[in-house]
């Protein structure tokens, strides 16, 4: 593993406008790109959330997986974020892993918010994913998936080691909320020995709904590392220390008592 640079957008959303979002969040990458290795945009960040799949959803060859993939290769680094995606009139939410060479994984949403309607129009998505970056195997989950600990469970074996090193939540989480979103942050990152990032949009949406952002980056020992809480939009730019990981891993491996289990479908 080698250190891990990371910029999280914290920011807030145009209701319904896809170019807009990608043109703001363009402007502010290329304002505070520096050889970042990984750049993480929130939830659903070309709409809003939620918003009608059938007139916004977009195909995996559309416009936002176009720039996706020009910036990246352009900068060199790898981008994540979701946004509505359709497959043959099947709806996901979904976390595009773009890469610098164009390849790409994507994650759809597991866990979709039926107390907000999510599940009328959005398909659950049904695997996880792992991606590596720098020798960093990293997961990344969206919103909701937050709420399941079974989900963001982290494994361990003598003969692989632990199964992630992070876990990335993007997100578009109510204000109302932030004590639980605050706080199983801080728990899946002790709880699973891992680093977390949780990247949360702030402003008000068409809805009403008003997002006081909060996003976090904790380390494996649930230390906040960077916490920006005030509702305003950042820009954060953060280096994971890779031997910090490494060294806590082997002074404190709760991984060795681990109940085994596997997830069914």
């Known amino acids: 593993m080698q250190d891990l640079k990371v910029l999280a957008l914290q920011s807030d959303l145009v209701w319904e406008n896809p170019q807009a979002n990608r043109i703001a969040f363009e402007e502010k ?38 720039w996706l993939k020009g910036l990246s290769s352009e900068l060199t680094t790898c981008i ?3 946004f509505l995606l359709d497959t043959n009139s099947k709806y996901s939410n979904t976390l595009i ?22 599940h009328k129009k959005i398909k659950a998505g049904e695997s996880q994913l792992i991606v590596e970056l720098k020798g ?23 003969s692989s080691g632990f199964e992630y090193d992070m876990a990335i939540y993007v997100a578009n989480w109510p204000a109302v909320r932030a004590y639980p979103w605050r706080n199983l942050l801080t728990a899946r990152a002790i709880e699973n020995i891992a680093c977390i990032i949780g990247v949360n949009r702030v402003g ?18 649930g230390n906040v590392l ?30 060795f008592d681990w109940d085994d289990f596997k997830i069914t479908f």
């Open 29 to 66: 990458i290329r304002k505070e790109f520096d050889y970042h290795d990984l750049i993480i945009l929130p939830e659903t960040f070309t709409t809003g959330f939620p918003v009608n799949p059938e007139k916004y959803a977009e195909e995996i060859n559309g416009k936002t997986m176009g």
């Open 80 to 82: 994540c974020g979701s």
């Open 97 to 118: 892993w773009m890469r610098s060479d164009g390849s790409f994984e994507r994650y759809d949403k597991r866990h979709v918010f039926s107390m907000g309607g999510e």
């Open 136 to 158: 960093w195997k990293i997961k990344p989950m969206i919103c909701y998936d937050l709420r399941f600990p079974v989900w963001s469970k982290n494994h361990y074996s003598k």
């Open 204 to 221: 008000n949406d068409n809805s009403g709904i008003n997002y006081n952002g909060d996003t976090m980056l904790i380390d494996a020992k």
């Open 226 to 255: 960077y916490d920006a809480k005030d509702g305003q939009e950042h820009n954060i730019s953060f280096v994971f220390k890779a031997q910090e990981l490494e060294d806590f891993r082997k002074k404190f491996n709760v991984g």
